[in-house]
């Protein structure tokens, strides 16, 4: 065997060892995905989200029941899949976490501020009202189009941003969002990444947050995926609720418009 040939065989070689890790990679979660059926653990936690959504809370003890997410006062079907959109009332885009916080604190006298510094449960411990909702809320969005909406001038805006943001290169790695997400086929630790530049792409992704993910045992929300991709940039910790949250929320949103809302999702 000559040299040129001894060179591709063993680069055949080493791609099909590559290809049998990714498909070792991927099929526990297949296993898994097979093992649930059309059960999804997120619904019991859909199911604490519609108790606290019933159930006076806070100082005020008051339910959320008047909370307004754009289609009017205690409407939550479809709600979801028009947001992050502008509310007149606070003169902001909001996605639903934002909104949701709001309505916690205005409603029912909550401390927003105790609520945002801990919005999301540790691996193991119980959800946080916020995720509960949040995947409660999102469920009554399930098989409806996105249709984030681009009618307010600072609904385009945080469009314009997002889509700046998502390509903006930084951190000690020089990452941006699209470093990952801006072509088709590339893969982190072996693990797929979506195309989130593109509408297809977005589409396959956007209307499935929030997720339940297997490898953590809780629900986590499209907010939470934001704030754990700039985490693996090695980003500033990317604050709850910011504009820069809200905007790539809204990019993506947007870009996903017409595909049909699945979540909450399952992932591996």
Not at 25 to 34: I, K, L, S, T, V
Not at 204 to 213: K, N, V
Request: charged share 20%.
């Amino acid at each position: 065997m000559n040299l040129r040939a001894s060179f591709g065989f063993g680069l055949a070689l080493l791609l099909g060892v590559a290809q049998a890790a990714v498909a070792e990679e991927e099929n526990p979660f297949a296993e898994y995905r097979a093992m649930f059926g059309d059960d999804n653990p997120a619904e019991l936690v859909e199911m604490q989200g519609e108790e606290l959504w019933n159930t006076p809370g806070g100082p005020k003890q008051a339910t959320l029941a008047g909370c307004d997410f754009g289609l009017g006062a205690g409407v939550i079907a479809g709600a979801y899949a028009q947001l992050p959109r502008y509310f007149a009332d606070t003169g902001k885009v909001m996605d639903l976490e934002t909104r949701l916080l709001h309505c916690m604190e205005t409603l029912q006298g909550m401390d927003v501020a105790a609520l945002r510094a801990k919005p999301y449960s540790d691996q193991g411990q119980p959800q946080t009202a916020l995720e509960s909702l949040s995947a409660y809320i999102a469920a009554q969005s399930r098989g409806l189009p996105v249709a984030v909406p681009q009618s307010h001038p600072l609904e385009l805006q945080a469009f314009a941003d997002g889509a700046k943001f998502f390509n903006l290169r930084a951190g000690p790695h020089d990452f941006s969002c699209a470093t990952c997400h801006s072509q088709n086929g590339k893969r982190i630790r072996l693990q797929a990444l979506p195309q989130l530049n593109t509408v297809e792409g977005a589409r396959t992704s956007f209307g499935t947050w929030p997720a339940y993910r297997i490898a953590q045992g809780a629900v986590r929300t499209i907010e939470w995926r934001m704030a754990d991709c700039a985490r693996q940039q090695r980003l500033p910790g990317l604050v709850h609720g910011s504009k820069v949250a809200i905007d790539l929320i809204t990019y993506l949103g947007v870009q996903a418009n017409g595909a049909e809302m699945t979540a909450p999702g399952l992932k591996r």
